[in-house]
C-alpha cells in the first residue's frame, strides 16, 4: 500500500432535490417526502424514509402515492436547487481551486494542490467540509475519497446518506473486489443480470478470467472493464 494520501474526492449530495426542500421545511424532516408532479408526473427524489417505503427515482407518481399513501408530495421549487448547488460548491472552492461539477448534485475536488501530509490531513479537511455543508446548507452529502475518479465516486455511493468513505491508494483492487459488477459504471441492470446468469457476480472475479472469456462476456470494451476491476 501507498504511503501516498489519496487526493481525489467525489461528492455526492444525498436526495438532493429533497434535502433542498427539507433545508427551507424542517418540520417535515423524518417523514416519507418526495419531490415530483403531482400529475402525469414522476418522483424526481424521494426521502430516504420514502425508499424504505418503496417509493423510488424515477417512479410515476400515481404509483408513489398508492404505495406510500402518507407520502407528502412537493412541487419543484423554481431556482431552489440552482441556488443551493452553486452555493455548495462554492464552499467545497474554499477548500481546493479545483473543484468539477459534474451535475447540480455530484462533482469532484482535487486536493493535490493543498499540500495535506498525509490521508489523516485528507480525511480531516474533507469531513469539516461535510460538517460545513451540512450546517451551513442544512443539506446532507457523502464523500469518497480516493486516488482517482472512479474509486471516489463508487465509495461516495456505498454508504449514504452521510457517507464517508476513504481508499487508500494500492488497495484500489482489494477495495472493490467484493463489490457486485453493476457497481462499475457503464453496467446497468439489465447487463448486470446477463453478467450474473453466467457466473459473474462480482468486481473482483473480472481479474480470475481469462482473456477471451473477458471478451466473450464484454465484447470489444473487456480491457476497458479489467482496467476498471482493478482500480
Known sequence: MSTRPPTIVHLDADAFFVSCELATRPELRGRKVAVGGRERGIISSASYEARAAGVYTPMPTQRALRICP??????HTAGLYGRISGLMFDLCETLTPLVQRNS???????????GLPDAGAVEHAVRVLQEKIARDLAVPVSFGIGSNKLVSQIASKLRKPRGFVVVMPGTEAAFLAPLAIGKLPGIGAKTEAALQARGLRLIGEVLTRSEDELASLFGSGWRAVLAMARG
Do not use: Q, R
Not at 104 to 114: N, V
Open 70 to 75: 402518507d407520502l407528502v408530495l412537493l412541487p
Open 104 to 114: 447540480i448534485d455530484e462533482g469532484y475536488l482535487d486536493l493535490a494542490p493543498c
